[in-house]
């Protein structure tokens, strides 16, 4: 059985209607949140000009594997925490910035960065680590569904809100 550990994840970007109901249907595979011990996700949860963070405790290697691939598949920017687990890994956050590539972050447990000293050595100056946490502190943009949110901010991709 898998190691698991408390995840989340803030997805954005733009997607058309067909796209959004593609995201729904992966979010719900995933058994994500609205927060944390929170309902499921549904897409009347979606809120027009505002990213989409999702919860989940118990998760597999502490990664939406499904969803993070669909994600760079579609160049929607995301950041995603995980809790460590002993003896395996640490906390971190991997963010995606919509350009198909994650960097990964040590974090504390409280979702900080963090950086060791071998990292500020490799980054080889003050900038160069000031970079770094800029990076690391990525906002991701709002989840818009095309042809939707503007003309009609309470319906959701294909699916409506009655």
């Known amino acids: 059985m898998a190691d698991r550990v408390s995840a989340s994840i803030i997805v954005g970007g733009t997607l058309n209607a067909a796209e959004f109901d593609e995201l729904v249907d992966i979010i719900a595979s995933e058994r994500l949140a609205i927060e944390w011990d929170g309902e499921p996700f549904e897409a009347h949860h979606h809120v027009a000009g505002e990213p989409r963070s999702l919860f989940a405790h118990e ?25 460590g687990y002993s003896g395996q890994w640490g906390p ?64 959701h991709g294909g699916r409506h809100v009655q």
């Open 59 to 83: 998760v597999a290697g502490g990664s939406f594997d499904d969803l993070e691939s669909w994600c760079l598949s579609h160049r929607l920017p995301f950041v995603r925490w995980c809790g």
């Open 92 to 155: 971190e956050r991997v963010v995606s910035t919509g350009d198909e590539r994650i960097t990964s972050y040590a974090v504390t447990e409280d979702d900080e960065v963090v950086i060791s000293r071998s990292k500020i050595e490799m980054l080889g100056s003050f900038e160069a680590v000031l970079a770094h946490f800029d990076t690391a502190e990525f906002t991701v943009p709002p989840l818009v569904v095309r042809g939707v949110d503007a003309d009609n901010p309470a319906s």
